[in-house]
T-cell receptor
């Protein structure tokens, strides 16, 4: 079974440019999450999709960030225009729903490292 | 405020020594508890989890963790550390609505 895959693994862009990160969750996982980690800080929640709907986007820092999950499969996270403080590692994770038999733990991708110069 | 605290930013241990990584949380109810490990260049991998039942849980790679309700803690332990355990370790809590929150992580260095 394929795990969560993310692309690109590393992106270096200049301030003001646009970057789009992609995440392919584990097949059958309705929940898809985006997290970000700035060096030395906690892994911070950005948003949570349930299928194609945004369940919680309270962690999105501002309107320069746009996440989509058309069709409830893969997701994209676009940063436009990028700023220096957007640098960090963006993690995608997916999970099944939590039930009495399933703790619904997160399965992570390897992350997309974004460097904004 | 709700939070997950990992008080040790960086720990260095000798190979073969025992290890304990601390994690405390502050939530109203007992959450689901997890430990993840991130090796360099890789994604986060689940080490172990606690949902209910026995408060001492066993995970992969010889790790275990103990849930202590009175202390709101879920500390990770390993009796004998291997050089390959050098990585960053994250404690996480899962709440209702499939929400998850992470600590700041503990970086582990293993010296020969």
């Amino acid at each position: 079974e394929a795990g969560v895959t993310q692309f690109p693994s590393h992106s270096v862009i200049e301030k003001g440019q646009t970057v789009t990160l992609r995440c392919d969750p584990i097949s059958g996982h309705d929940n898809l999450y985006w997290y970000r980690r700035v060096m030395g800080k906690e892994i911070k929640f950005l948003l949570h999709f349930v299928k194609e709907s945004k369940q919680d986007e309270s962690g999105m820092p501002n309107n320069r960030f746009l996440a989509e999950r058309t069709g409830g499969t893969y997701s994209t996270l676009k940063v436009q225009p990028a700023e220096l403080e957007d640098s960090g590692v963006y993690f995608c994770a997916s999970s099944q729903d939590r039930t009495s038999e399933n703790t619904g733990e997160l399965f992570f991708g390897e992350g997309s490292r974004l460097t904004v110069l | 405020a709700q939070s997950v605290t990992q008080p040790d930013i960086h720990i260095t241990v000798s190979e073969g020594a025992s290890l304990e990584l601390r994690c405390n949380y502050s939530y109203g109810a007992t959450p689901y508890l997890f430990w993840y490990v991130q090796s360099p260049g890789q994604g986060l991998q689940l080490l172990l989890k606690y949902f209910s039942g026995d408060t001492l849980v066993q995970g992969i790679k010889g790790f275990e963790a103990e849930f202590k309700r009175s202390q709101s803690s879920f500390n990770l332990r390993k009796p004998s550390v291997h050089w390959s355990d050098a990585a960053e370790y994250f404690c996480a809590v899962g709440l209702t609505g499939n929400q998850f929150y992470f600590g700041t992580g503990t970086s582990l260095t293993v010296i020969p």
